[in-house]
T-cell receptor
Framework: NAGVTQTPKFRVLKTGQSMTLLCAQD?????MYWYRQDPGMGLRLIHY???????AKGEVPDGYNVSRLKKQNFLLGLESAAPSQTSVYFC???????????FGSGTRLTVV | AQTVTQSQPEMSVQEAETVTLSCTYD???????LFWYKQPPSRQMILVIR??????QNATENRFSVNFQKAAKSFSLKISDSQLGDTAMYFC??????????????FGQGTILTVHP
């Protein structure tokens, strides 16, 4: 099925560990995004990409890095996880933003 | 920077009745898009309805309609004939139009809607 696939769906990390979240889309979308969702705060933009090989910072980029080596993939990395990064992470893609996003199903990350 | 405010953390409605969710936003832009997204317990984000700011006509999608008041910077969602499947968190979101926006969405805090049988 066409769409956005996020892996993994759940993960528990210890403080200081690293991990990478993978987002893959098969719709040939140029724009891709990583958001985090926290209670009472809605979704906040971490990083985004407007095409293969490009990345840019969003609203809350600290502690995260991203890469988009291939158009269909957008990776989110945590180099040294902190409890403040416990959240639900969503990847999304868009052909041209005005028509909204296609979202992945989210990753629930807990840092202990 | 744009901000989106949903002042109702939780709402409830009886099945088959009508409910309105509120959203206000702050922007100096003239051209933009507004969205309502639904997040059911499955966590999946689903686009409910979209409004282009330059269109005066309010958007409708089946039982979902909006009341877009550009001057007041208000964008409320009306759900008619509420169904149990409408139980979800609803997010209002803003997007500046134009190439330099890169399609970035700014979300409100969300409103939890519960539909009771």
């Amino acid at each position: 099925n066409a769409g956005v696939t996020q892996t993994p769906k759940f993960r528990v990390l210890k403080t200081g560990q690293s991990m990478t979240l993978l987002c893959a889309q098969d719709m040939n979308h140029e724009y891709m995004y990583w958001y985090r969702q926290d209670p009472g705060m809605g979704l906040r933009l971490i990083h985004y990409s407007v095409g293969e090989g490009t990345t840019a910072k969003g609203e809350v980029p600290d502690g995260y890095n991203v890469s988009r080596l291939k158009k269909q993939n957008f990776l989110l990395g945590l180099e040294s996880a902190a409890p403040s990064q416990t959240s639900v992470y969503f990847c999304a893609s868009s052909y041209s933003g005005g028509y909204g996003y296609t979202f992945g199903s989210g990753t629930r990350l807990t840092v202990v | 920077a744009q901000t989106v405010t949903q002042s109702q953390p939780e709402m409830s409605v009886q099945e088959a009745e009508t409910v309105t969710l509120s959203c206000t936003y702050d922007t100096s832009e003239n051209n933009y898009y507004l969205f309502w997204y639904k997040q059911p317990p499955s966590r999946q984000m689903i686009l409910v309805i979209r409004q282009e700011a330059y269109k005066q006509q309010n958007a409708t999608e089946n039982r979902f309609s909006v009341n877009f008041q550009k001057a007041a910077k208000s964008f409320s969602l009306k759900i008619s004939d509420s169904q149990l499947g409408d139980t979800a968190m609803y997010f209002c979101a803003f997007m500046k139009a134009g190439g330099t926006s890169y399609g970035k969405l700014t979300f409100g805090q969300g409103t939890i809607l519960t539909v009771h049988p």
